[in-house]
């Protein structure tokens, strides 16, 4: 036994650079996690959910939904743009900066319509310097994030996921494999609650080709004497029934596992991942982007 003493440095080693990357590592990037206050609104983040959602998360672990679907959306590079909501009175001014900064615009010419874009695709830097040469010239000037990615690009998410999302979760259940489709941000994509009950019950009937499961021991199961109740699953317009003809009735667990796939949101601005604007109604040309002040650090 020579090689004793080196044995046994090689397995501490091995122990200790494994406890360092699993446990250490991992501790002091998300151990002190807390969640954040916005003094202004006065609202919480990550937003506490219901009792009812909360309950729905156990439904969600105990039937496996996340053998199929992710919790976690993936980004892939973010870049910058320019936009300008007004060119205000100093039209000479303005219009020799715009010259130097757009390629279509020659100076001297009408200045074009507002919100305008330019400087597309640029970093950080680049769009605060041409913000800061617009304001000089007495124009009101933003710079503007958009993100990329596959998951973005499916329309899983307008950010990424980071950490403090699941600050909330006394189990996270990411997934890793993707039969269906990503639920993080579910909430905001379709927050119809009977179609997710209609959909749980009897996926086939909303989605023709889907090969999730149906969940129908979450539902009640009556024959309809007269009139059905009025908690009876409908859809588009007609009674949802069983092979036996009978009426179907959400039970507790189906209303709080829905009511949890509801509280799957990812619309809350964090500072590690800045997320675009989502689409205003109100102005439909400034297509999901925002201000980029949270990555503004120098
Ligand atoms: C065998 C894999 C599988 C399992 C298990 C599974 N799903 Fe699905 N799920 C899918 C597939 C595939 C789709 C896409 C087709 C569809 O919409 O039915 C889907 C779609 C969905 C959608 C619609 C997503 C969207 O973006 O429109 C929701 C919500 C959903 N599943 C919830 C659940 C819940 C809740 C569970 C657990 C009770 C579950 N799924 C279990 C495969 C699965």
Known sequence: MNNGLLLFLGILAAMMSSWFGFVHTPQVQFGNLLPERDEITGATFPSPRSGSANRGRAIYRENGCASCHTQQVRQEG??????????????????????????????????????????????????????????????????????????????????RTVGSDYLLDAEVMLGSVRIGPDLANLGNRNSDSNWHYVHLFQPRQVV????????????????????????????????????????????????????YLLSLRLDEPVFEAPAPEQEKKATPSEDAETEASPASSE
């Open 78 to 159: 973010y870049d910058f743009s320019v936009s300008v909501s007004d060119f205000g009175t100093n039209t000479v001014d303005v219009s020799s900066v715009l010259a130097g900064l757009s390629e279509s615009y020659t100076q001297g010419s009408p200045l074009p319509a507002v919100p305008y874009k330019l400087a597309e695709g640029v970093d950080l830097r680049e769009a605060e310097q041409t913000v800061k040469k617009l304001s000089n010239a007495g124009a009101a000037a933003r710079a503007l994030i958009s993100v990329s990615g596959s998951d973005i690009e499916r329309g899983w998410g307008i950010r």
């Open 208 to 259: 023709e080709d889907s090969v999730m499961p149906s969940y129908a021991y979450l539902f009640d199961k009556r024959p309809v004497n007269g009139v059905p109740d009025a908690d009876a699953l409908r859809y588009d317009g007609e009674l949802v029934t069983d092979a036996e003809g009978r009426q179907v009735i959400p039970r507790n667990t189906a209303k709080d596992l829905v009511a």
